[in-house]
């Protein structure tokens, strides 16, 4: 009896507990938050003040900094019924982030030294520092989940996780892409590992609060995995109607459109943040957003400030 009700208990954990709180108007995503003012705070009373339903926020304030419950419940306090959301990168690790070990690539080659744990592949090209891993790997998913234990236990309303389309890296066969590709270590496809290792990370947040907040970045095509459907609670996607100052190619955005179907027929929102600077493409943003019913967020691709949000 006790094993099955614990069971009972994880399995209810997974679900999505959004009905039962509103969809926010508008958000935040700063994941710089230094930068927006000089001492941590000046950023506290300015991220009070924002007016912004949903903050999503670095799971630490800077480098050297963490931030307190105090500074979450002050900010959390800013606004009725506002969720102040941690950022966390589930499909890379980063060389910034306090697990890091410099052995991992000591001659910062952008390749795994020797040394190096078998899940760490090579830098993403894109981006600096960030390094795809086999999110799947045991060794991998423990790391991330103790950050996901010291994010609930600073007070934080859920979880916000980037790479989630991670697996799009390990579909890829030359310059083409193959769908559901099989993966040999798992025997069983890419997106199903990411499917399992998202509900598993949402498991583990709803262990230390129930009504966590799980919502995944890009990868909407998992959205065709009900399980997956039911366990987050919105999905945020980047760059869907433009890409900087360039309206994004109409086919790419019907294919996401199309993969957020799902989503959108549950009535759990979709968090649209686009990085146009020219007025008429932050114009059209919000036309398009809107007539979709999307939260949206235009801001600088670094996260350095609050940018403009709304629904």
């Not at 900010?75 to 990168?89: D, E, N, Q, T």
């Not at 996901?148 to 916000?160: K, L, S």
């Not at 030359?174 to 590992?193: A, C, H, I, V």
Request: hydrophobic fraction near 45%.
């Amino acid at each position: 009896m006790k094993i099955f009700v614990a069971l009972s208990l994880v399995f209810a954990a997974t679900i999505s507990g959004l009905s039962a709180q509103p969809a926010p108007a508008s958000f935040a995503y700063v994941l710089q938050a230094d930068a927006l003012a000089k001492t941590k705070a000046a950023v506290v009373a300015q991220l009070t003040a924002c007016g912004r339903d949903w903050l999503v926020l670095d799971a630490r304030f800077s480098s050297e900094q963490p931030w307190t419950r105090e500074d979450l419940a002050t900010i959390r306090a800013g606004r009725a019924g506002r969720k102040v959301i941690a950022y966390l990168s589930i499909g890379e690790a980063e060389d910034y982030r306090v697990y890091w070990q410099p052995a991992w690539d000591a001659n910062h080659d952008g390749k795994p030294d020797s040394g190096a744990p078998d899940f760490l592949l090579a830098q993403n090209p894109e981006w600096k520092g960030n390094y795809r891993v086999k999110y799947w790997q045991a060794a991998w998913q423990k790391i991330i989940l103790v950050e996901v234990d010291q994010i609930m236990a600073a007070g934080f309303d859920g979880v916000y996780l980037d790479i989630v389309d991670g697996f799009e890296t390990f579909e890829q066969v030359g310059k083409n892409f193959r769908d559901d590709r099989l993966n040999p270590e798992t025997k069983q496809s890419y997106r199903r590992d990411m499917v399992d290792w998202v509900k598993f990370v949402a498991a583990r947040a709803r262990q230390s609060n129930p009504a966590a907040l799980v919502i995944p970045q890009n990868g909407p095509q998992l959205l065709a995995h009900a399980d997956f459907l039911a366990t987050v609670d919105a999905v945020g996607v980047e760059d869907l109607f433009t890409n900087n100052d360039k309206l994004q190619k109409p086919a790419d955005a019907r294919f996401i459109l199309e993969c957020l179907a799902p989503l959108t027929t549950a009535h759990k929102p979709v968090l649209d943040v686009e990085y146009a600077r020219s007025p008429a493409q932050r114009a059209k943003v919000q036309e398009q957003a809107a007539r979709q019913g999307f939260v949206w967020i235009i801001t600088d691709r670094q996260l350095k400030t609050l940018g403009e949000s709304g629904k």
